[in-house]
């Protein structure tokens, strides 16, 4: 049923260019027995009231070719896919056609013109009457082939432009849906298929691209399968390393107790304080850290709203400047026309992880620099912001490590706080990433897509 609507759809233009080629050919047939018959009785060539039947067809066809013209026009200006081939097949068309009809008339007409003066006019001599009327007749003659010839020459060279447009159409719509489609699996998109008739002369293309999308997205799943269990692995296994570490000293700190209890009960609540204390500090550590990875494991999906960048960040830098009164934090660089199509509690934590990293940096004093720019990348535009400060650097080992889950250099750290702000970043479709060297800072840029789909802000 719906090859069958396809094939309709297909065939409908140049069913209606061949309705109107034999319409032409009926009115010519038409309106010249009726001219002739006008001229032998003596009548007008024109007869006023054939004038709008005659320039009818060519005016609505003049008017369907400045449509198509328009609309080919208005796809070349905005470079869409196609437009280029699709001129070049409608000057194709036309220039068959002039070349085809305009020998053709000429020959008509330089014969006709002929036949009367060297064989017609010296025949009819020795009939005077009819060789004077034949005469008269001559002039006319010429202007009613040359009238007979541009209404069906004109009309058959508009058709001609119509069947160049119609031809472009139907031969570079599965090339622009092959190039859509195309598109659309490099933004990521492998469930895209492209519909085409099995008659269609490209349907192998269409047929080939649906393979290959099945076999990426079949591959794609396959790894992505294999990256998580990876992950999960790796995970695991830091997450273990880090649960045996507090262990330990909860470990010696039990059999201090103990063996103080076997050795030397009298004395045994010097040790039970301090021993308790370790106790309690590791389990709250413990604590913290599964708290950390149960937030990082069921992170939600972002809500997305509009909501300008400046005051969120303002409202972190505030609260560091206040109880970091050393450190300068400058946020002239943060424009303020700036919106963001994002989950406002999330790009508060991202930005607030990675400040506080940055004054962790500094160590007490020095400089930190924010600023946002737009960039567009490709036909879609990201901002960035940047957030530099001026410490000492990271040394290679932790460049290599930083986002990886569980590393961390601090004493009191998890090492989940830049794997949280990767994956936050990465659910906003976005990128973050570093620069830093040795005695001249770090850099942390993060890069938001600005064309996002926004929930209204209640």
């Given amino acids: 049923m719906d090859k069958d609507l396809s094939s309709s759809k297909r065939l409908g233009p140049f069913l209606s260019l061949l309705f109107l080629y034999l319409l032409l050919i009926v009115l010519t047939l038409f309106l010249s027995q009726q001219v002739l018959s006008d001229i032998a009785r003596g009548n007008s060539l024109f007869?006023?009231?054939l004038i709008p039947v005659v320039s009818l067809?060519?005016?609505t066809l003049l008017g369907a070719v400045a449509y198509q013209g328009f609309q080919l026009w208005r796809q070349r200006k905005q470079n869409q896919s196609g437009s280029r081939l699709k001129l070049r097949l409608t000057l194709f068309f036309s220039l068959a056609a002039i070349l085809a009809s305009l020998p053709q008339g000429l020959l008509s007409v330089t014969f006709i013109d002929a036949t009367l003066r060297s064989w017609l006019l010296p025949s009819l001599n020795h009939l005077q009457d009819s060789a004077h009327q034949l005469g008269q007749y001559q002039h006319t003659l010429h202007t009613l082939i040359l009238f007979f010839y541009l209404m069906f020459a004109l009309p058959i060279f508009l058709i001609a432009v119509l069947i160049g447009f119609t031809m472009g159409d139907d031969l570079i719509r599965p090339l622009i849906n092959l190039e859509t489609a195309t598109r659309r699996v490099a933004e990521g998109d492998y469930t895209v298929r492209i519909l085409t008739p099995e008659r269609d002369e490209l349907a192998f293309l269409a047929t080939s691209f649906n393979a290959m999308t099945s076999e990426i997205a079949l591959s794609r799943t396959k790894i992505q399968q294999t990256e998580k269990i990876t992950a999960w692995q790796e995970i695991a296994r830091q997450l273990a390393h880090e649960i045996r570490n507090p262990l330990t000293p909860i470990r010696l700190s039990a059999e201090r107790i103990k063996r103080r209890k076997d050795t030397d009960p009298q004395h045994l609540a010097e040790v039970v304080e301090p021993a308790v204390q370790a106790i309690l500090s590791e389990v709250q550590r413990l604590d913290l850290l599964l708290k950390e990875f149960s937030d990082f494991a069921r992170l939600p999906a972002p809500k997305k709203q509009k909501f300008q960048l400046k005051p969120l960040l303002d409202s972190i830098i505030t609260v560091y400047t206040v109880s970091h009164p050393e450190i300068l934090v400058h946020s002239e660089g943060i424009k303020p026309?700036?919106?963001l199509c994002a989950d406002r509690a999330q790009m508060g934590q991202v930005f607030t992880n990675l400040i506080k990293n940055a004054v962790e940096a500094l160590h007490g004093t020095g400089e930190i620099f924010l600023r946002s720019s737009l960039v567009k990348k490709g036909?879609?535009?990201y901002c960035r912001v940047q957030i530099h400060d001026l410490g000492p650097g990271l040394?290679?080992?932790v460049r290599a490590r930083a986002f990886q889950p569980y590393f961390t250099t601090k004493k009191d750290g998890t090492g989940l706080?830049?794997?949280?702000v990767?994956?936050?970043?990465?659910?906003?479709?976005g990128?973050?990433?570093f620069e830093s060297q040795a005695g001249f800072g770090t850099t942390f840029f993060v890069e938001l897509p600005m064309e996002e789909a926004c929930e209204t802000p209640s």
């Fill in 47 to 49: 007869n006023r009231a």
């Fill in 57 to 59: 067809l060519p005016l």
């Fill in 337 to 339: 026309q700036i919106e």
């Fill in 379 to 381: 036909d879609k535009t």
């Fill in 395 to 397: 040394s290679e080992e």
């Fill in 417 to 420: 706080g830049l794997a949280i």
């Fill in 422 to 429: 990767e994956r936050l970043v990465f659910d906003h479709r």
């Fill in 431 to 433: 990128t973050v990433w």
